[in-house]
């Protein structure tokens, strides 16, 4: 049954919060452990909706899953003969699927991906996907809504310059070309925490990868790879949230397990707020001193950049600072639906191309709203919080894909945030 958050608004978030493995990596090295034959163990996995499709995926790809939610173990047992197709009704529910790509051709020769139909944020093609692979000697071609891409002699090592430093591009090629024969030179490369964690599982598998977390990665390719036991990194994006969710609500929240070196550029802003950033023994922590907010610009770009994944959290921040703030947005152009649910909880806001401008407000106003993704979702939840009165937001599955736990964590920092069907009558 549908659910939604409900959130009474006037909490200041105190306390400390955790931050599991990331969402954004965990999803694939499930992907990578198709590279091997044999049974790869991942530890510190969220406990996330997303991790339950991507474990479907590989089962219909012929391997076995086992998922222990409240330990974070995965345990993915990869026979030597594995299916390449994956099916339009998971991809559609998991956009990530498309991360067994560059895998399935490098193990099997083929991979028939559906493609993902229209994102909640913007239309993400897989050109440079297709690019990467082509350049590593697949043929690529799309039919029936498929993305099909074959190798039935291998694929070899190329040099590629992406035209954008596209996480899931950079990826797709690494996982594709650590089986490959010779050395591919990527270039242009995401740096994102999640690529370096990836090469860092796919080298304890015997892979020959070099440069993760620069522009340039090298990759030697490899006659097989081993099954590997790997703990995913830390969730940046979980543990920005919290940080925005403290600066919001005028809170000290100590994030566990966060690591600042991965959130910088985010972390500036959190001290352009006003608020001060101190490492911890455990994490990190965000301490406004109760204070209000300053409003703070934001323009969101690639690892190292602000990134997009948090631009709706600093959008909530701003719409209760003080001035006013503009947001532009670099990545993708439908991420502003957070905005016209703000203004429902009545934030002062003016869309302009791929900026926003907000004029921050003492208080919000509680209203029901809707999330229309997962970060758009628990940015609503915070705005919630800075709301009088109750907000209620629909579509509590949307938060529940990137979120572990996200009314227990909002408790535990003295929030009043609970789940409620969502047909229960509003207060
Ligand atoms: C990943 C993250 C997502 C995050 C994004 C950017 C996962 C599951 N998702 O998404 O949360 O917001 O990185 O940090 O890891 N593009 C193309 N053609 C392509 C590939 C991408 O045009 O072949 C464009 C997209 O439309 C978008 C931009 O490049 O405008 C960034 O996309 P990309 O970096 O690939 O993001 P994802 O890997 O999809």
Same mark, same amino acid.
């Given at each position: 049954?549908a659910e939604r958050?409900?959130?009474?608004g006037?909490a200041?978030?105190?306390?400390?919060?955790?931050v599991w493995?990331?969402k @954004?990596?965990?999803?694939k090295?499930m992907?990578a452990?198709?590279?091997?034959?044999?049974?790869?163990?991942?530890? @510190?996995?969220?406990?996330?909706?997303d991790?339950t499709?991507?474990?479907?995926?590989?089962?219909?790809?012929?391997?076995?899953?086992?998922?222990?939610?409240?330990?974070?173990?995965?345990?993915?047992?990869?026979?030597?003969?594995?299916?390449h197709r994956?099916d339009?009704?998971?991809?559609?529910?998991?956009?990530a699927?498309?991360?067994?790509l560059?895998p399935l051709?490098?193990?099997?020769?083929?991979?028939?991906v559906?493609?993902?139909?229209?994102?909640a944020?913007?239309?993400?093609?897989?050109d440079?996907h297709a690019?990467?692979l082509?350049?590593?000697?697949?043929?690529v071609h799309?039919t029936?809504?498929?993305?099909?891409?074959?190798?039935?002699?291998?694929l070899?090592?190329a040099?590629?310059?992406?035209?954008?430093?596209s996480?899931?591009a950079?990826e797709?090629?690494?996982t594709?070309?650590?089986l490959?024969?010779?050395?591919?030179?990527?270039?242009?490369a995401?740096?994102?925490p999640?690529?370096?964690d990836?090469?860092e599982?796919?080298?304890?598998?015997?892979?020959?990868?070099?440069?993760a977390?620069t522009?340039?990665?090298?990759?030697?390719?490899v006659e097989?790879?081993r099954p590997?036991?790997?703990?995913?990194?830390?969730?940046?994006i979980?543990?920005?949230?919290?940080?925005?969710?403290?600066v919001?609500?005028?809170?000290?929240?100590e994030?566990?397990?966060?690591?600042?070196?991965?959130l910088?550029?985010?972390l500036e802003?959190?001290?352009?707020?006003?608020?001060t950033?101190e490492?911890t023994a455990?994490?990190f922590?965000?301490d406004?001193?109760?204070?209000?907010?300053?409003?703070f610009?934001?323009?969101?770009?690639?690892?190292?950049?602000f990134?997009?994944?948090?631009q709706?959290?600093?959008l909530a921040? @701003?719409?209760v600072?003080?001035?006013?703030?503009?947001?532009t947005e670099?990545?993708?152009?439908a991420?502003?639906?957070?905005?016209?649910?703000l203004?429902?909880?009545?934030?002062?806001?003016r869309i302009?191309?791929?900026?926003?401008?907000v004029?921050?407000?003492?208080?919000?106003?509680?209203a029901?709203?809707?999330?229309?993704d997962?970060?758009?979702?628990?940015?609503?939840?915070?705005?919630?919080?800075?709301?009088?009165?109750?907000?209620t937001?629909?579509g509590a599955?949307?938060?529940?894909?990137g979120?572990?736990?996200?009314?227990?964590a909002?408790?535990?920092?003295?929030?009043?945030?609970?789940?409620?069907?969502?047909?229960?009558?509003?207060l």
């Amino acid at each position: 049954m549908a659910e939604r958050f409900r959130v009474v608004g006037g909490a200041s978030l105190q306390g400390e919060v955790p931050v599991w493995g990331a969402k @954004n990596s965990a999803l694939k090295l499930m992907a990578a452990a198709l590279l091997a034959v044999g049974r790869t163990r991942l530890t @510190n996995v969220p406990a996330i909706l997303d991790v339950t499709i991507m474990a479907e995926l590989l089962r219909r790809l012929g391997c076995t899953v086992d998922y222990d939610a409240p330990t974070g173990v995965v345990e993915i047992d990869v026979p030597e003969q594995v299916g390449h197709r994956a099916d339009y009704d998971l991809v559609r529910a998991l956009r990530a699927s498309t991360a067994v790509l560059g895998p399935l051709v490098a193990r099997t020769g083929a991979a028939d991906v559906a493609i993902p139909g229209g994102d909640a944020i913007g239309s993400r093609g897989l050109d440079l996907h297709a690019a990467g692979l082509e350049a590593l000697g697949a043929s690529v071609h799309v039919t029936h809504g498929f993305l099909v891409a074959e190798a039935p002699r291998g694929l070899s090592g190329a040099e590629i310059h992406l035209e954008f430093p596209s996480v899931g591009a950079t990826e797709n090629v690494l996982t594709a070309s650590v089986l490959a024969r010779g050395t591919t030179r990527l270039e242009n490369a995401a740096r994102e925490p999640e690529i370096v964690d990836l090469a860092e599982m796919l080298n304890s598998m015997g892979a020959r990868v070099t440069g993760a977390g620069t522009s340039v990665v090298e990759i030697e390719g490899v006659e097989a790879l081993r099954p590997t036991e790997h703990a995913v990194v830390a969730d940046r994006i979980a543990a920005g949230t919290w940080a925005f969710a403290a600066v919001a609500t005028r809170g000290t929240v100590e994030v566990v397990g966060g690591v600042p070196e991965h959130l910088t550029a985010a972390l500036e802003l959190v001290r352009a707020s006003g608020a001060t950033v101190e490492p911890t023994a455990r994490g990190f922590r965000v301490d406004t001193g109760g204070r209000r907010a300053t409003a703070f610009d934001v323009a969101t770009l690639p690892y190292p950049g602000f990134p997009t994944d948090l631009q709706p959290f600093a959008l909530a921040a @701003n719409a209760v600072a003080d001035g006013s703030a503009m947001i532009t947005e670099n990545l993708f152009e439908a991420r502003f639906r957070t905005v016209q649910e703000l203004n429902r909880l009545g934030a002062e806001t003016r869309i302009d191309g791929h900026h926003v401008m907000v004029h921050g407000v003492e208080r919000l106003s509680g209203a029901p709203v809707e999330a229309s993704d997962i970060r758009a979702g628990a940015a609503l939840v915070i705005a919630g919080l800075v709301a009088d009165g109750v907000t209620t937001v629909s579509g509590a599955q949307h938060i529940d894909r990137g979120y572990a736990g996200f009314a227990e964590a909002m408790q535990g920092l003295g929030a009043d945030v609970t789940r409620e069907p969502d047909d229960a009558p509003y207060l």
